[in-house]
Every structure is written in C-alpha cells, then in structure tokens.
C-alpha cells in the first residue's frame, strides 16, 4: 500500500494551499493520483471549502476526498495553530471491501453528537462546532460527514488522559445536577479530600471529572454550590458509584503512551494512523508542544499519520458511539494484505 501524508500552511486560506498538501503527499507516497484522500482544513476555509475541495481534487485525481475544517491540524511532521493550513493524506492501491468492523470515520460540525450516530455501526471521529465537513468530495448539507477507508484492518487507541484520585466511593445524595453528598461527606468536601495538597485551595475544577464507568467519558463539574454540593454536567442518582479524576499533562502523555501500546499489534506495524484530538490537549495543554504526537512519532517512527484538533473526539465503547472531551482517539490502520 502506498500512502502519506503533508501539511501545508500561509497565511490565507486559499485553495492551492490544499492542492499542494495533496501534491506533497502524492510525491511522497510515489503516486501519480490517490484512490482516495483525507483533507482537513483550518476553520478559516469555511468559506472556501468548496474551493479548496475543488482544488484538491484536480490535484489527487480523484473525488474520494473526506474531512472537514477544523481548530488545528498535525501529522507526523508536527502541528498547525493560528495559521491557515490543509493537511492531506493519500492512499493508492486500496480494494473495495472493507472490514465490517471498521468504524465509520465520521466528522460533525454540531454542537453535540447526532443523534443518529449514537448508536449503530461504530464511528471514530471528530466534531467541532459550526465545523464544515465534506465527504466524497461533496459537502456535506448538514455538516455531518461519514466515510470508510477500504479494506483495512482497525486498532482503535483512546486516551482519556486522566489520573484518578483516591478510591471509588458511592453517591449518598443527589438530586439532579446537584451531586450532594458522596463517601459519607457533601460532595466539595469528599474532593477535598482525595485532591493532591497543592490543589485544595484553588482546585483546577475545568480539569476535574467525575467518573461513573471506567472508559466511559468523565462528567464535568460545573461549579459549586453554597450548601456544599457541585452541579455536574450530567444528573447523578443516589446509589451510583463514582471515582474522581483530573487531567494533569504528566498523567495525559502516560496514558497516551499506554493507549498506543495496548491497541497496537506487536507482530504488525501500522501502516498509516488517524489521530483525532482535543484542543484543550496537544500545545495548549502540555506548553507549547503537542506531546501526544510526539508519543506517536516514538512509538511508530516514520508512519504517516493526519489528524485534527476539535472540541469533541467520537469513539465506539460498549456498543454505542461516545462523545468524549479532552481525548486523544488514535485509529491505527493495517493493510489486510501479509
């Protein structure tokens, strides 16, 4: 299989800036054209997503192209913040069946996940708000996108990057929103307890969850309340058992790593990764470099590798499609081929 990746970048979304991610990466890959192309944009080229598609269409030879704009974009070569930018991946030589469990790559421009998505055939994905996104090479009218790379195999890596804290306790108390009380103490007070001494004072409650099922995507605290009780972004019912948890960078690029390691196939190297995340991870989180990719680069040195950054990152767990925050989704491709 031949396959790779290129970022672009100027400062103006302007459609050659797609056509050249394309070109880049056809060079790479040895490829006159592409059977089929992923292309994420910046979210300035909202407005100029048909053109942008147009041009990386002529460019590919091909309309297979899916995607959508996005906050940031990255490959294996490194990230795009605050800049207009395209990044494409090419691949040649692909069949047309694919593996019936390999999830949808879906992309959303809602404000939470569809609906429809929530339960079904298994998606990986992105939504950004007000995102436009294209598959097929068409826009899509609802921006909501889906596609399917074709006969490929799927590792699916989820990296919540969360440290839990203390042991889980049950819900003495709820009503609601309102968590009351929880481990025999009113909810801020049994935080309190299980928080690192450095926090207590002021506790970071934007990187604070509550988990309710391990792998499951942790419910946000909202704020607290006078009575001692904190207002969650999910209702919570008495007899529910719930550990806490906090995103700390040291514990997101651990379990970044370890995510990578357990999905991969020791016997069989990847032979390309999409990597969806969020940006309140990569530079925004760790200070001024991204290292969840680069965890990627040392795990697989030299796969190519397109991804984005969005508000919100969609796996498949339990059977049902999820909506997860502040998530690295890594999907690592295999060809079928030995």
Not at 190 to 204: D, G, K, T, V, Y
């Amino acid at each position: 299989m031949n396959v790779a990746s290129s970022l672009a970048s100027g400062p103006h979304p302007l459609p050659e800036l797609a056509a050249s991610a394309v070109r880049q990466a056809l060079a790479r890959a040895g490829l006159a054209r592409a059977d089929s192309v992923l292309l994420f944009l910046t979210r300035n080229f909202a407005r100029h997503a048909q053109a942008a598609l147009v041009a990386a269409a002529r460019a590919a030879g091909s309309l297979q192209i899916s995607g959508c704009t996005a906050y940031g974009l990255l490959t294996e070569d490194g990230w795009l913040l605050d800049q207009s930018g395209a990044a494409a991946l090419v691949i040649g030589e692909t069949e047309t069946a694919a593996e019936p469990d390999s999830p949808l790559l879906s992309f959303s421009g809602h404000g939470t996940l569809p609906w429809g998505w929530q339960s079904g055939a298994p998606r990986a994905g992105l939504l950004d708000s007000d995102a436009t996104a294209w598959a097929h090479g068409r826009l899509a009218d609802d921006s909501c996108a889906e596609t399917r790379l074709p006969r490929l195999r799927t590792r699916i890596a989820c990296a919540t990057g969360l440290r839990l804290l203390g042991e889980t306790i049950t819900v003495d108390a709820a009503a609601g929103y309102d968590l009351q009380r929880c481990g025999g103490l009113a909810a801020s007070d049994s935080l309190q307890r299980c928080l690192p001494a450095e926090l207590r004072q002021n506790p970071p409650l934007h990187q604070i969850v509550v988990i309710v099922q391990p792998g499951l995507p942790g419910v946000p605290i909202l704020g607290v309340n006078g009575d001692g009780s904190l207002s969650l972004a999910a209702p919570m019912t008495a007899g529910t058992r719930i550990r806490w948890a906090i995103r700390q960078p040291l514990a997101a690029e651990q379990d970044m790593r370890q995510s990578l390691l357990a999905a991969v196939d020791a016997e069989k190297r990847p032979n390309f990764a999409v990597m969806f995340s969020c940006l309140g991870r990569g530079p925004l989180f760790y200070g001024n470099d991204d290292r969840d990719l680069l965890a990627f680069r040392e795990q697989f040195p030299g796969v190519p590798l397109i991804g984005a950054y969005g508000s919100g990152q969609i796996a498949p767990v339990d059977g049902e499609n999820r909506l997860f925050q502040n998530t690295v989704v890594t999907l690592l491709y295999e060809s079928l081929h030995v």
